[in-house]
């Protein structure tokens, strides 16, 4: 879920007609419901979100597919971007400082006997993004969407020979990343803003370009891959590799959509945003090439949520002067809720079918030579 500060108020969601079961949903966030029957009825409507979707009807979902690429190649890189920002970001960063784990991750860590804390697996799952991305140091690496700066901050330490470049459109967290940078002596690291969808790097800091590029829950904001793609590549050296993390579905692609009101999650959280499926970065190979491609067991996003939810739970009496502060008094009490609900929300997304449904993909890309990228363009436009 990284950064697409931080003091201003939420803004209010566009008036919706209310679902028939509102007064569920209103029951719900005022805590008038136990938690095991909210997330009994989580996975009732997930299950009922797998058929909608065509999980059993083959052709159906070939269909839906198909669709779903026209439009995401007919769409802008991203849509509804301050409403990414602000769903996640708006919130004092203590909010955040007082239930993620000490490196800030907002994204999912990395379980390997599934014993670890918190703090374990945000550090294994930072270790395996440098495998992955075959790091090493020296390089010129750019952390892209970087969040609270957890792959920015951990890269400078580990690789003191390299350069890190952190883009963020969060005024709030690029100030941040700059204070932990400066209060850690970390000289290699440098923070700017931007928008993704219409960011250019000035000829001084992008220089050749970049060795490595990671992005990490980032692309789950985007919709047009083939426009960020092409954007990317034309950041990154000749023999440069980009490494993305995305949470996935096994086979479905989606979009988050607010219709009726009916859907929550879209309504409060992921406002434009896009559920991918494992495959559907594939089919955005214009400018980049798949090198490898892995898939993580949706048990470690589950457990870093219920981490979170637990750390939450025990900050409730430090963090509601903070939710009062943006929410304002009367509202505080049901976005501290709704702040569970999501994280139980993602918790039961990823745990479905033991993380066998939902789950985090993770891809290596090389870039193409630009007589592959012409030759490749050439023929799409003689189809």
């Known amino acids: 879920m990284s950064d697409l500060s931080s003091q201003a108020a939420m803004p209010q969601p566009q008036e919706q007609k209310a679902p028939a079961d509102s007064w569920l949903i209103d029951w719900c966030e005022r805590g008038r419901i136990p938690d095991a029957l909210v997330r009994l009825g989580m996975r009732r409507l997930m299950k009922q979100r797998l058929r909608d979707e065509g999980i059993n009807d083959g052709e159906a979902r070939s269909r839906r597919f198909n669709r779903l690429i026209d439009e995401l190649r007919a769409s802008p890189i991203a849509i509804e971007t301050q409403a990414a920002n602000s769903q996640h970001y708006e919130v004092p960063a203590g909010f955040f400082h007082a239930h993620l784990g000490e490196h800030l991750k907002y994204s999912c860590c990395l379980y390997r006997t599934g014993s670890e804390t918190l703090d374990q697996a ?64 970390l000289a290699n690291l440098n923070v700017v803003t931007g928008n993704i969808v219409d960011y250019e790097f000035e000829p001084g800091l992008l220089g050749e370009g970049f060795d490595r590029v990671l992005s990490i829950e980032m692309f789950e904001h985007m919709k047009n891959y083939r426009l960020l793609l092409s954007k990317i590549s034309g950041w ?36 434009g945003g896009t559920m991918p499926s494992e495959s559907l970065l594939l089919h955005f190979q214009d400018d980049l090439t798949i090198d490898r491609q892995w898939w993580v067991s949706g048990m470690h996003y589950e457990r870093t949520a219920n981490h979170w939810l637990e750390n939450l739970d025990a900050a409730r009496d430090e963090l509601m002067p903070l939710l009062v502060q943006t929410y304002g008094a009367a509202n505080a009490p049901v976005w501290f809720q709704r702040w ?19 789950g985090i993909a993770h891809y290596r890309f090389t870039r193409r030579s630009m007589e592959q990228v012409n030759a490749r363009r050439s023929a799409s436009a003689a189809c």
């Open 236 to 271: 990154m050296r000749e023999d440069a590799k980009l490494f993305v993390h995305v949470f996935a579905h096994r086979t479905l692609a989606y979009h988050f959509e607010v219709k009726d009101g009916s859907d929550w999650m879209s309504k409060y959280f992921f406002t």
């Open 340 to 358: 569970r609900m999501f994280y139980m929300a993602v918790a039961e997304l990823f745990g479905y079918a033991k993380g066998n449904e939902w």
């Open 122 to 185: 945000e550090t294994a799952m930072l270790e395996e993004y440098a495998v992955r991305a075959q790091l090493y140091d020296g390089q010129r690496i750019l952390d892209l969407g970087c969040g609270w700066g957890s792959l920015s901050l951990w890269l400078a330490e580990k690789y003191p020979r390299s350069k890190i470049v952190a883009l963020s459109n969060s005024q709030g967290q690029r100030e941040f990343i700059q204070a932990a940078a400066a209060e850690r002596g």
